[in-house]
């Protein structure tokens, strides 16, 4: 199916999942506590049954977000609002191309 420009393919958004489900699967939350439990004595399985329980207990930990050198992202913001000026000859609804706002990141 081909969709025409600025048609969504998905119009109603992600379907929501059945209630029932998540019901479900919460009655096997402590077999599942137990599985990971028990994957902690696994080379293999260890760090991600410990990182999931952790996950689970204490929630995921928080990123900080930076920029370069682990310095802020933006220090300054500088906001500059200019309006053109029409020709002494030009018509009442004359306008000036480009954008009316000289905006700056530093």
């Known amino acids: 199916m081909q969709?025409?420009?600025?048609?969504?393919?998905?119009?109603?958004?992600?379907?929501?999942?059945?209630?029932?489900?998540?019901?479900?699967?919460?009655?096997?939350?402590?077999?599942?506590?137990?599985?990971?439990?028990?994957?902690?004595?696994?080379?293999?399985?260890?760090?991600?049954?410990?990182?999931?329980?952790?996950?689970?207990?204490y929630g995921k930990p928080a990123q900080e977000i930076t920029g370069p050198d682990g310095g802020e992202l933006i220090t300054r913001i500088d906001i500059h609002l200019v309006k053109a000026a029409a020709p002494a000859e030009a018509p009442p609804d004359y306008h000036i191309g480009g954008s009316p706002l000289d905006i700056r990141f530093r």
């Open 3 to 57: 969709f025409q420009p600025g048609q969504s393919g998905n119009p109603s958004g992600r379907p929501r999942g059945d209630a029932r489900v998540k019901e479900l699967a919460r009655q096997y939350t402590d077999l599942a506590i137990q599985a990971l439990v028990k994957a902690l004595d696994s080379e293999k399985t260890c760090v991600a049954a410990a990182v999931a329980l952790l996950d689970r207990g």
